[in-house]
């Protein structure tokens, strides 16, 4: 109903010429390319975490539902909102929900939501602090979830890893992914926004060419700690990010997520990548301590904005 409304209303030109209203429309493989070229221009003014040439290279990820908004048969906006995975926690993230037409916000929503599967109950997306897009977003239901803060590290020395005793770090490979998803699914248990690993995701994730390097801290066969290092071509040749770090919980707080640390800024470093960013909620005390001791400084900071489907807005969570 609401979308009808505003074609209609986009429908109306003072200067009496034809006009073609706002439309939304699924991408095909016909509008691929543009929604791609949407994503590369405009993913950094909005969240930029799935908007990279590789990443969008792997583009659909299954069940993503897609659109671009067209006035004037002119592309004004897009929408991706990825459930694969995230579905499993009630969650759908949105590759992108951007415009350059405030009006295009609505219906965009609006045609994605209608087609969310019942299991998501829950949308977000994250924005840079200062972000235009907040304006639109917030009189649609969206609000502040949660901030995160992006970190980063200079090239410099990295001291050696030191594990503590009968604990052993030891390289990882998508031959490890059951042991991966044990431990992420462990350690990550309580973050906001995790979802389930499985063994396939693992296993993809430990085989993506932009990984540089990953490690698993095991005690005897048991793993308990997990860290993987990637390439980040956006920041610069030189540059790396460190994507994924968790301890069990029970063995968290006896070295083991300094160790990982260390380990991954060595092999960082090994293969020419010695300037390394990473985010965590500002909430994460034991991360930030632990980067901000390894040399990390706070860069930039990430707005959380989200809403539920069914059209209530989340509760604020502390900075
Ligand atoms: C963050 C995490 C990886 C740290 O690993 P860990 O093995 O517990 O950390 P360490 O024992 O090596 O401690 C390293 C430093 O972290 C900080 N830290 C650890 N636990 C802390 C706590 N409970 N409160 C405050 N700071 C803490 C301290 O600065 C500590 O250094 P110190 O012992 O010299 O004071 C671990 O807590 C974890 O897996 N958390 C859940 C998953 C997660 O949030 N990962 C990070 C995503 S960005």
Request: proline fraction near 8%; aromatic fraction near 6%; glycine fraction near 8%.
């Amino acid at each position: 109903m609401r979308l009808r409304r505003w074609c209609h209303a986009m429908n109306d030109n003072s200067e009496g010429e034809v006009s073609h209203p706002l439309a939304i429309e699924p991408v095909t493989s016909d509008s691929r390319a543009a929604f791609v070229d949407w994503c590369l221009a405009h993913g950094v003014e909005h969240d930029d975490s799935y908007t990279q040439p590789p990443d969008l290279a792997l583009f659909p990820t299954p069940g993503e539902i897609v659109a671009l908004a067209l006035l004037d048969r002119q592309v004004v906006g897009a929408a991706a909102l990825m459930v694969d995975g995230f579905a499993d926690a009630g969650l759908g993230r949105f590759r992108i929900l951007h415009a350059t037409r405030a009006e295009a916000y609505g219906p965009l929503l609006e045609w994605t939501l209608a087609r969310t599967p019942a299991a998501v109950r829950h949308v977000y997306c994250f924005l840079p602090e200062d972000a235009a897009a907040a304006q639109a977003l917030a009189p649609l239901g969206f609000s502040p979830t949660r901030y995160a803060v992006v970190l980063e590290r200079a090239a410099g020395p990295v001291d050696a890893p030191s594990p503590p005793p009968g604990v052993e770090i030891r390289p990882a490979s998508a031959d490890d992914a059951l042991a991966w998803t044990a431990v992420i699914n462990e350690a990550f248990a309580d973050a906001p926004g995790h979802y389930p690993m499985t063994e396939q995701r693992a296993r993809e994730h430990l085989a993506d060419e932009r990984v540089v390097a990953s490690f698993l801290a095991w005690r005897g066969e048991e793993p308990i700690g997990v860290v993987a290092v990637w390439r980040d071509e956006q920041a610069g040749e030189d540059a790396a990010e460190i994507a994924t770090l968790g301890v069990v919980p029970l063995d968290q707080g006896r070295g083991i997520g300094r160790a990982l640390l260390r380990q991954a800024l060595a092999a960082a470093e090994d293969a020419g990548l010695p300037r390394c960013s990473l985010s965590t909620s500002t909430v994460n005390r034991p991360a930030l301590g632990l980067y901000t001791s390894e040399g990390f400084a706070v860069v930039d900071t990430r707005v959380c904005w989200g809403r539920d489907v069914d059209g209530r807005a989340a509760p604020q969570r502390p900075r």
